[in-house]
């Protein structure tokens, strides 16, 4: 089968959610199939970041938009009130490219993440799937209630807005993907039953819970596992959601963690902080920046810890965590969408409170922390594994392209 895959962003590296999802699906439809690559790239790729796809794609074609030009459809989109992620990854260049190249390769099926690239192919008289990834208008909600003055209208804005794109893509494409039970729940669509729930998977070769195994693979100046800490946190810290989750942790969970064990110290392990992250640094508090490598941090780490109290989707994060066996603490956003049981493949708490109680409880139990960590990773190894999530989606493509035929 000829797969077009189309993105928003070019997929590596693997440091944003949606890159990480795309490049494994690629990865995984092009053992058997054969995968041309549309992306859309508001930076240059650099011929390292493009060899890494090369291996998985037949043909890599990718437009790099001026940012001026999708600052100015932006702002056109706000005016004739439309999605303002829609015209930020929309661009007439990004049209005619994505046409010619749709042409060219005569694809089978079109396959297309998030509704931001809806403009590019919703007009391409192919086969097409659409992976809305996760529910964008209820990510947009949630940090909607969390802000105040004129980001919350905009917020609000395009949180309509989003969701009027969502309902749109129900009448265009010929299926429709998401990552989790909880993200179709949050599309009130009468067809959203019909949405197929596609999660992400773990790579447990990379992510292996044979501590030694995977010391072994990393650079002997990587001096992360000489430096213990008791909690990490990691994730992208330009990312609202875990900008979010740091504060809170920081500023209402940590205190309740250090009046009972004052000695606890914290990582927040992630690339690009912004300002709000790195102010966070502290005696006990450890802000790295961007690092070459996650594991180290899991490895060094006695709990992994996820206060998610915005956003949507499936905290990769998480999944990894588990994948190396470091016992985890999150909330109900989070460890929900796993379908993780409570108290036996991780701990959920919604206020600090029991936030800080199920962190106290886990440091001060090893014995518990290490049954939890192996429930956990048999877990992962049962539910999430990129080969089985893989051959779903390709099941799903398949369907899409005989229904034309």
């Not at 089968?1 to 959610?17: A, C, S, T, W």
């Not at 039970?181 to 999660?199: C, G, L």
């Not at 920081?250 to 990582?267: A, C, D, Q, S, Y």
Request: aromatic share 8%; hydrophobic share 40%.
């Amino acid at each position: 089968m000829k797969i077009l895959v189309v993105l928003p962003r070019f997929p590596y590296p693997l440091e944003k959610g949606d890159k990480l999802r795309a490049y494994h699906q690629i990865v995984q439809l092009a053992k058997r199939n054969e995968v041309y690559l549309f992306a859309v790239s508001h930076q240059r790729v650099s011929d390292e970041h493009r060899a890494a796809l090369e291996p998985y794609c037949k043909e890599i074609r990718i437009v790099n938009p001026p940012r001026w030009v999708s600052y100015k459809n932006v702002l056109r989109n706000y005016l004739c009130t439309k999605s303002l992620q829609l015209g930020y990854w929309d661009s007439q260049r990004a049209r005619r490219a994505c046409k010619q190249f749709i042409s060219q390769v005569d694809p089978d099926v079109i396959y297309s993440q998030m509704v931001r690239t809806m403009p590019l192919v919703a007009r391409a008289d192919y086969p097409k799937v659409m992976d809305f990834q996760d529910a964008l208008s209820l990510n947009t909600e949630r940090r909607m209630e969390q802000s105040k003055g004129f980001w919350r209208h905009v917020l609000h804005f395009e949180f309509k807005m989003l969701r009027s794109a969502e309902y749109k893509a129900m009448r265009i494409f010929d299926r429709l993907t998401i990552i989790s039970e909880a993200d179709r729940d949050a599309i009130p669509h009468r067809q959203s039953d019909n949405i197929r729930v596609v999660p992400n998977g773990v790579d447990l070769d990379y992510f292996s819970s044979q501590r030694s195994v995977v010391s072994g693979q990393l650079a002997d100046e990587d001096s992360a596992h000489s430096q213990p800490t008791d909690l990490v946190f990691c994730g992208n810290m330009q990312y609202e959601p875990n900008i979010d989750a740091a504060r809170f942790l920081v500023n209402e969970i940590m205190p309740l963690v250090w009046e009972r064990r004052p000695e606890t110290t914290l990582t927040l392990a992630g690339a690009t902080p912004k300002k709000a992250v790195r102010e966070l640094a502290g005696d006990r508090v450890t802000v790295t920046g961007t690092v070459p490598d996650i594991r180290p941090y899991y490895l060094a780490a006695k709990v992994f810890v996820a206060p998610m109290r915005i956003g949507s989707g499936l905290q990769n994060k998480l999944l990894e965590a588990m994948a190396m066996g470091t016992p985890c603490v999150t909330t109900p956003l989070a460890g929900d969408t796993l379908g993780a049981e409570d108290g036996k493949h991780l701990l959920i708490g919604t206020t600090a409170q029991q936030l800080a109680d199920a962190l106290l409880a886990l440091l001060a139990d090893t014995t518990r922390r290490t049954t939890m960590a192996s429930e956990a990773h048999s877990f992962v190894q049962q539910n999430y594994t990129w080969d089985n999530i893989g051959n779903q989606l390709e099941s799903i493509l398949h369907e899409s392209a005989n229904r034309h035929l």
